[in-house]
């Protein structure tokens, strides 16, 4: 038996949980016995019963004793009490297919280098503002913990509102739906707005994630080359002739993967096509806030005529509190609450009112203008270091997550480079995932912000030279 | 102008946010005119910049100054900083439609009498455990505001995998997926699971928010009608004889809207059933901490080889936090997680672990069983004062939120009874929307957490004796 001290900073029960935590897990207390009586094990350390109640409790609630009613305690059998997790295995590394991305890269491990990713290191996020809005919350948590507003916590909308007006967007609360980040965004309006079997356009290269989600929903897709400016706009044009598109889902700004931002002759080129041809445009602008200075957006333009706008916090506070939004117009946005309602209900008030208070503080403003300073050295250092590697840049976009590169070689196989990347714990982001087709590609995308490491760089110069 | 006061309780931040607030609000500061300077206001205040500055940060963040660059401070024009939203229109009370539940009912009013709702109150939920929760959290953020795991946050699948246990359903935790609520569970099932024009059998009545979301996806739904012991095997059979369903998707204990739970004996039909004419069963058991005593489970009995369980959170710890799961066999579950991740990314840390945070704290236990004990009283009580009230009941759950009753005489149109009482502020659920093919239904679902209520049962009575 262990011995309590009252005068230990660990509180009491913690002291019993612990010390009766190795008595089971070493066996002396063996699996199926009676455990000690509440009150026999109470006046044994001569500490009030209540105390013992809750240590056994939570003994309980961790499955190291059962509660048999009327019987007491027992310690749980051992196939319970020890069920560890089977050990996580990493996918094969010859298995770098559209999906590695997304089943793969998200079970983050120290010492990796997560070269290719589509993410800010959790670091370079406002911690401390996170949990400052957290205990703010845990004062006032009334009305969190119930189902919230379909359409999302109205203050975050009327924040939006705000936000939005500066971008020239006119979109009052009720035209704002609130979603578990730009994904659900996406999804409910490509349920909403497309059949299997349907055309749609897409950025070629784009979003690895959205193409996969299109695909899985039987769509045809057709990619629109990309350029530094936009899309290439004499062949969405071409493309016009040929294909009816239900919608065209594109990244305005820093777009992903290539850090492209349409100028203001794409814009009004693309919307002039649109109304013309008769097809929405999904503008995904999630990486709005990592922009420096204003930019030219696609809604602000068509004021949510033609133009569904999609947007996200992940960039400016955080990705794991999953809180984007979708603007449209009256009919088509009430359409999605629908969709969003029978899908997964309301969203959680939790993680919105936590984005709504940070927004409110005024440090986000200085935050994210340190954000995009850091950016945009880390895009000027891992320019030079790639340019150094041998590598050529599709442009050098100055701002934001992405740089878009390939070896001066063009015959290197990039995805077996990723494979031999893989193999040494590096994550790179070979160019046939942000394909429509997943047509191979002599393209990788870059996220300055996790290329600050020579490992990375000792590795990418000796790929880049070596011959196959 | 308004005096700082340096010795009261409020922070002289919040007191310039205040009165600068009430200046412009009340156009003492006038729109469209340029602010005071951050060093001019804090000379004159005899305060430091740094106080304005942070002051005036949060005046921005809320939409009443604007900052333009190196032409310091304006009061916001009038028609931004005043946007406020439009009032609410609460839907046509003609309007009772299957998506009544759904679109109107979230928007939770004071005075109001959710007699027909699916929820809790949230003064019924243990309020102070998720604020305890919360404020842990806030001391250890790291690692709550990045993407989480694809599966969902590992501790609490482990805790997932000892709560089976006591179910007696073996799923480890890799084969246990953490979903945005039960309903996203639910969703992904269905996506991956069946196409547009399939054939799935459901509950009759059953859950109206699922039923919505099987015909917007354009299923072929048949009803299998439910007794207080199950779904009637007998009708089962003669409809397998005429129907190939892909699923059949059923709600086992303390069933939505009836509070009906499976016998061992039903439970042991349906399982015959869909071994002999081969399909999958969806063993919807969200309201599983709501059982007295130990329950019988489709997933226990069958071990998931045909039978896919998804749970909940909802109800043991609070529907806002939007935390369920489903358990599946390996390979349908990585299909699931793939579903998922496509959809909407990773669903959030922050929730996954306030979760776990309180289902390891002996309290939840105790928090159980008070809240079954407090449902059963309700339970009691509603049915004696639905008696009185001329109501026939389909018979005594004596557990969990619902019962299924309806007027003595059955030509009351329970519709027109609802659009009746939604007029004095009381939500009804009538029976249709909770029917495969929204026929019209002499039933009601009452929820006993909500009706302990006079002004209710005096409506009740009035309006079943009544003559239309």
């Known amino acids: 038996m262990f011995q309590l001290d009252p005068n230990a900073s660990e509180p009491l029960v913690a002291q019993i949980v612990n010390g009766l935590t190795r008595c089971i897990r070493s066996r002396q207390w063996r699996p199926g016995s009676r455990a000690q009586s509440i009150r026999e094990f109470a006046r044994v350390q001569g500490i009030s019963t209540s105390t013992v109640v809750e240590a056994y409790d939570r003994l309980v609630a961790a499955g190291l004793l059962t509660a048999r009613r009327g019987a007491g305690f027992f310690v749980a059998e051992a196939g319970r009490a020890d069920s560890r ?8 590394a010859s298995a770098i297919s559209t999906d590695w991305l997304l089943r793969d890269i998200y079970e983050q491990r120290e010492g990796d280098i997560y070269a290719g990713c589509g993410w800010l290191p959790e670091s370079w996020h406002d911690l401390e503002a996170v949990s400052k809005a957290m205990r703010h919350l845990a004062l006032h948590p009334q009305g969190s913990i119930r189902y919230g507003h379909p359409k999302g916590f109205e203050p975050l ?65 057709v990619g629109v080359p990309m350029t530094p400016t936009g899309p290439d706009a004499a062949v969405l044009e071409a ?93 088509l946005l009430d359409e999605l609450v629908y969709h969003k309602l ?36 880390a895009q000027e250092r891992t320019c030079r270091r790639l340019e150094n590697a041998q590598f050529k840049l599709f442009f050098e976009p100055g701002a934001g997550m992405f740089v878009w590169a390939r070896p001066a070689d063009p015959s290197v196989d990039t995805q077996a480079l990723a494979q ?29 912000a996790h290329c600050d490491n020579d490992r990375l760089f000792t590795f990418i110069e000796a790929a880049s030279t070596a011959r196959p």
Chains 1, 2 share one sequence.
Do not use: C
Request: no cysteine; hydrophobic share 45%.
């Open 85 to 92: 997790p089977p050990a996580q295995s990493r996918m094969d």
């Open 157 to 221: 909308r009327q924040q939006l509102t705000r936000q939005l007006a500066d971008l020239e967007v006119e979109a009052p609360p009720a035209q704002i739906l609130l979603t578990l980040g730009a994904s659900q965004a996406l999804d409910l309006i490509v349920r909403r707005l497309t059949q299997p079997g349907d055309t749609v356009f897409v950025d070629d290269p784009g979003y690895s994630n959205l193409l996969s989600a299109l695909r899985l929903r039987g769509l045809n897709l």
């Open 239 to 331: 493309l016009l002739e040929q294909h009816r598109p239900q919608l065209y889902l594109t990244n305005t700004q820093l777009h992903n993967p290539t850090g492209a931002s349409y100028s203001a002759a794409a814009a009004f080129k693309v919307l002039r096509l649109a109304e013309r041809h008769d097809f929405l445009v999904v503008e995904d602008n999630v990486s709005a806030d990592l922009v420096p200075g204003r930019a030219f957006t696609l809604a602000g333009a068509d004021q949510l005529k033609r133009v569904i706008y999609v947007g996200s916090f992940s960039k400016s506070i955080a990705p794991g509190l999953r809180v984007g939004f979708v603007a449209a117009e009256p009919g």
């Open 342 to 377: 029978v899908s997964g209900m309301s969203t959680p008030v939790i993680n919105e009112r936590l984005v709504h208070s940070i927004s409110l503080e005024g440090h986000v403003r200085k935050h994210l203008e340190h954000l995009r300073n850091r950016l945009a050295k």
């Open 420 to 448: 031999a990347a893989l193999a040494r714990d590096i994550l790179l982001a070979p160019g046939h995932l942000f394909r429509p087709d997943q047509a191979p590609s002599p393209w990788l995308r870059f996220n300055v």
